[in-house]
C-alpha cells in the first residue's frame, strides 16, 4: 500500500526535480519518465478521483496549488497536473465497479480532450466511437484516454473513455509553449467503449456525492489552468530576483539597484498577489456552496471564471515584465526565462481562460441574456 503524501509538499519537491529536468523535456517534447513517476506516486494525478476507488478527492484549492507550485519549477509539468488531475472527474460520474476497473492502481493516469470532436454510435451496451481530438496533453504517459463525442441521436455531448491501447497518438505537437506537455493528437478509429466508460458532463448526474462532484466542472479546469500561470509567472520574478546582482553592459549598478526596475519588481508582485487572492477567494465561495449541498448559481460559477482568466492574463503580463527586466541574458536557452515566456502564453491561450470569457462575463454581467452552459 501506498504511503499518503501532503500532496504541497511533495509539489514543491517534485518542483526541483521538474525544473532539474525541464531543458531534456522540452527537447524531448514530453515529460521525462523521473517527473511523470514523481507526480504519479504523490498522488497529484488523482486529486479529483473519488476517494471510493483509491482518489484523494481533494478540495479545488489543493489541485490549483499543486499545479501552481509544480509549475514554478516546469510549467509543462504543472500543465499535466492540472490535466490529469481533472480528467479524474470523469470517475465520479461511473458506476463504482467501472471506476474502480479504470483506476486499478493508485498511479494510474488518465487524460484526453473534453471537447466533442469525434461521433458515438450506440451498440448493445456500447459505443463505436471515431475521432481525433488535438491537444490531448501528456498523452504518451497515460494508461487511459478519453475522447469528447456526440452520440448519434443524443444532443449532448458525452466523453468515452478507452485503454491507452485503443487509441492512436500522432506525432503533432511542435510548437513553440508547453512542448514538455506532449500535447498530440489522439484518434480512436471504431473502438468499441462500454456503457460503464462513458458519461455526459452536461446531462449526468455524478455517482461520487462528494462536493467535488458539485463544483462547477469548467470551473474547475479553468482554475487549474489559471494555477498553472500564477506558477509561472511566481517562478519568472523569483528567477528575476536571482539575477538582482547582475551588472548589464557598461552600467555600474546592478539590477536590483535601479529604481525603474524596483517600481516595476514591486508592482508586478503586487499584480500577482491580488490575481492569486481574488482566484483562492473564488475558490472557496463556491467550494462552501457546495459543500452546503446549495446549487451553485451564476453568481458563484462567474466569479470562477472571472478569477481564472484575470489570474492568467496577469500572470502573462508579469511574466513578460520579468523578462523584459532581465534584458538580454534572458534570450538564451540556458534562460529560465525564455521558456517560461512561451509557456504562459500557450497556457494563456486555453479556450477556459481566454479573452473571450471576458465577453461571457460582460454579457452576464450587464444582464444580458447568456448561454451560461459552459460557465
Known sequence: MMEEMDPLAAASAIARLAAEHAPEAERARRLR???VDALAEAGLFRLCVPDAVGGLEAHPATLVAAAEVVATGDAAA???????????????????DSAAEVFATPTTILGGVFAPRGRAVPEEDGFRVTGVWPFASGCEHCDWLMGGVVVEGDPAPSLMLAPRADVEIADTWHVSGLRATGSHDIAMNDVLVPAGRAASLFTDVPVATGPLYAFPVFGLLATAIAGVTLGIARGALDDLSALGAKVPGAGGRSLAERPTVQADFGRAE??????????????DAAWAAAAAGSRLGDAERLGLRLAATHAATTAAEVTTAAYRLAGGSALYDSSPLQRR?????????????????WELAGRLLLGLPTDTRQL
Open 78 to 96: 504543472g500543465w499535466c497536473v492540472a490535466v490529469g488531475s481533472t480528467s479524474g472527474l470523469l470517475l465520479g460520474y461511473l458506476a463504482e
Open 341 to 357: 515566456l512561451r509557456d504562459v502564453h500557450a497556457a494563456a491561450q486555453h479556450m477556459l481562460v481566454a479573452p473571450a470569457t
Open 270 to 283: 503586487g499584480a500577482l498577489r491580488a490575481a492569486r487572492a481574488q482566484l483562492f477567494a473564488a475558490i
Open 33 to 35: 519518465a523521473a517527473v
